[in-house]
C-alpha cells in the first residue's frame, strides 16, 4: 500500500482474507461528545433504506438518540441543495467537461492520479458538507456525525479543503456494532421527525442518482454516468488526453455507486436488491420538512494537485526491466494483470519508480520454477517415475531412459511393474510414509527404490538409484575383510604352535637343570669335611 497512491476506495478491508485491514473506527470519539454534554446532529446518508431495508426513518431516528444523538437528518437535504448548485453550472456553459460527483474516493482519484482534470471537478461541496453547513447554520453550536457507506468519507471530514462541516464520519457497520454493544435497537418510533423538502435527492446512490436530480434543460453538455473505479479511469483517460468534450458525467468509484460499495457488500447487500429500496417517492413524514431543507447557503468546494511528480523511465530502461522477467519482444509482453498493473510496461515504469517489486511476476515465476524443475529432473543421477494411483507411469526422466534402455514415449501409460515390483507403492499408499528397498533387478543391475505417495494429488513418485557399484564394491571389500580374518587367524595358530613347542623345551630344559644341580648338591653336601 502506498498511503500517498491510496484512494481509500476499501476494497483491501473487503478482500484481506486475514481480516487484518480495517478503517479508523470513531466511535469512541464520538461517545466522548456525549459525555461532555455536546449536541451531536447525525447526517444519514440516503442510502441507509438499503442497509436497514425493515427498519423506517422514526425507528431509524428514535434508536440513534438513543445513543445520544440530539438531531436525526437524511443527507439528502444538502443533495438537493448541491444538485442546485450543479444545473448553475450546466446553464453557464463555461467549463470544457464537468465532473458531478458525491464520491471522496473519486475526487482522491483526480486529486492523485489525474491532477490536470481538478479544473474540470464542480467546485460544490459534496452533499454530505452541504448538510453540515446547513445543520450548522439552523441549530448554532452542534457537532456532526456522518453515518453512511463509505470508508472513504472518514478522510474528507478530515480534510480542511473539503469544507470541515462535519466532525466524524462511521460506517453502517460500525453503527450496527456500537448499537450491539450499547444493547440498542430499533424497535420504538421517534414522534420528533422531519422530512426532505426536495425528497427526489434520496436517489443520489443509485447509479445516475445524481442527473436524475437536475432540473436544468441545459443541452450544452451531454450526460453520462459512470460508476466503477476501470470506468472512472477508462473516462479521465479519455478526458486527460483530449479525447472528450462537452461531457457532464457523475462518477462513483464503487460499482453500482454507494449501495454498490465495499460495506454494503461486506453485510451481504446485493446491488440489484438494495437498489429497489432507494426510491424518489415521498414520504409520510416528509410532509413536516427539517429547518435545513428550507434554508439556502452556497456551498463552495476548493480541490488541489496531491501526487507526487515521479520521474519517468527511458524507453532503453523500461526494456532493461521488462527483460530481467523475461520478456525480451513484445510478443512476450502477456499483459496478464496477476501483478495488478494492466501492463508489462505499466508495471515496468511502477518498478523505475520504486512502486512495485519487479519479482511480482507470475508468469515469468511460473516459467521460471517449470524450467528449474524440469532442470533438475533432467539433471538428476537418479530414475524418476511419476506413476498414477493405478500403477501406470505418468512420466520418468531421461536417466530412467537410459538406466532401463527404453524409451520414453513407448512406456507412458504402461505399468510400473514393467520395470519394479508394485508391492512398494501398495505399501507406500498405506503407510503414507517413504518406502525405501533394495532390489536385485539384474544379475548386472542393483537398485534402492524410494516411493512417495501424494494423496492429494493421488500420484506416486518412485526414485530408483542404481547401487551396483556400491554393492559390487562391498562385495568385494567383504572378501578382502574374510581374507585378512583368514591370514590374521593362521597368524595367531601359528603363533600359538611355536609359543607351546618353545614352553615345551623350555620345560624339559628346565626339568634337566633341576636334576643335574640337584645332584651337584648332594654330592657337594657327601663330601667329607
Known amino acids: 500500500m502506498i498511503e500517498k497512491e491510496c484512494i481509500l476506495c476499501g476494497e483491501c478491508i473487503t ?3 486475514q481480516h487484518t485491514k480495517y478503517a479508523r473506527n470513531d466511535v469512541g470519539a464520538i461517545q466522548k461528545l456525549f459525555e461532555a454534554n455536546r449536541r451531536v446532529a447525525v447526517s444519514l446518508a440516503p442510502s441507509w433504506k438499503a442497509y436497514y431495508p425493515d427498519v423506517e426513518f422514526e425507528q431509524m431516528s428514535s434508536g440513534l438518540k438513543k445513543l445520544g444523538f440530539s438531531i436525526v437528518e437524511e443527507t439528502a437535504i444538502g443533495a438537493s441543495q448541491v444538485s442546485l448548485e450543479y444545473d448553475k453550472l450546466l446553464e453557464s456553459g463555461q467549463m470544457k467537461n464537468i465532473i458531478f460527483t458525491a464520491c471522496s474516493s473519486a475526487v482522491m482519484l483526480v486529486e492523485r492520479h489525474y491532477p490536470s482534470l481538478i479544473k474540470m471537478l464542480a467546485p460544490v461541496s459534496s452533499p454530505m ?115 472528450i468534450e462537452g461531457v457532464a458525467a457523475e462518477v462513483n468509484v464503487c460499482k453500482g455507486s454507494c449501495i454498490g460499495g465495499p460495506v454494503m457488500r461486506k453485510a451481504g447487500k446485493h446491488l440489484f436488491v438494495a437498489e429497489q429500496f432507494i426510491t ?130 513407448d512406456y507412458i501409460g504402461m505399468p510400473i511393474s514393467e520395470f519394479i515390483m508394485d508391492e512398494i507403492f501398495e505399501e507406500a499408499c498405506k503407510t503414507e510414509q517413504p518406502v525405501i528397498k533394495k532390489v536385485r533387478l539384474s544379475d548386472s543391475l542393483i537398485v534402492e527404490e524410494t516411493v512417495i505417495y501424494i494423496r492429494k494429488h493421488k500420484i506416486y513418485v518412485a526414485f530408483i538409484k542404481d547401487i551396483t557399484a556400491d554393492e559390487l564394491s562391498e562385495i568385494e571389500l567383504s572378501k578382502i575383510r574374510e581374507h585378512t580374518i583368514e591370514i590374521a587367524q593362521n597368524v595367531i595358530d601359528k603363533q600359538m604352535r611355536v609359543a607351546q613347542e618353545i614352553a615345551s623345551l623350555l620345560g624339559e630344559t628346565t626339568a634337566e637343570t633341576k636334576v643335574a644341580l640337584t645332584n651337584l648338591k648332594h654330592s657337594m653336601e657327601n663330601q667329607p669335611q
Not at 471530514?157 to 448499537?179: H, K
Not at 450499547?182 to 427526489?200: I, N, P, Q, R
Not at 472512472?232 to 488526453?241: G, I, N, P, R, Y
Request: glycine share 6%; proline share 5%.
Open 15 to 17: 478482500c484481506c482474507p
Open 129 to 243: 458538507m452541504a448538510h453540515g453547513r446547513l445543520m450548522r447554520e439552523c441549530y448554532g453550536d452542534i457537532k456532526v456525525v456522518f453515518i453512511g457507506p463509505c470508508y472513504s468519507k472518514k478522510n474528507e471530514v478530515s480534510d480542511p479543503l473539503s469544507g470541515g462541516m462535519v466532525n466524524y464520519a462511521i460506517t453502517f457497520e460500525e453503527l450496527d456494532n456500537w448499537m450491539n454493544e450499547s444493547k440498542v435497537s430499533f424497535d420504538s418510533s421517534d414522534a420528533d421527525v422531519y422530512g426532505v423538502k426536495d425528497y427526489k435527492a434520496r436517489v443520489y446512490p443509485k447509479p445516475c442518482g445524481i442527473l436524475k436530480t437536475l432540473k436544468s434543460k441545459d443541452t450544452n453538455y451531454r450526460r453520462i454516468a459512470v460508476d466503477g473505479i476501470e470506468e472512472c479511469m477508462e473516462l479521465f483517460t479519455a478526458m486527460e488526453k483530449g479525447e
Open 280 to 409: 424518489d417517492e415521498k414520504m409520510p413524514y416528509d410532509e413536516h420538512f427539517s429547518k435545513t431543507s428550507e434554508s439556502i447557503f452556497p456551498h463552495p468546494r476548493v480541490f488541489t494537485k496531491r501526487n507526487s511528480d515521479l520521474a519517468m523511465p527511458t524507453e532503453e530502461e523500461i526494456r532493461a526491466i521488462l527483460e530481467q522477467t523475461g520478456k525480451y519482444t513484445p510478443e512476450q509482453e502477456l499483459n496478464c494483470g496477476s501483478c495488478g498493473y494492466n501492463s508489462c510496461r505499466e508495471k515496468a515504469i511502477a518498478v523505475y519508480q520504486g512502486k512495485a517489486d519487479i519479482n511480482m511476476c507470475l508468469p515469468f515465476f511460473r516459467e521460471r520454477a517449470e524450467s528449474i524443475s524440469n532442470t533438475i529432473l533432467a539433471n538428476s543421477p537418479n530414475s524418476i517415475f511419476a506413476v498414477d494411483s493405478d500403477c501406470f507411469v505418468q512420466d520418468m526422466n531421461q536417466t530412467a531412459e537410459k538406466m532401463f534402455r527404453i524409451k520414453r514415449q
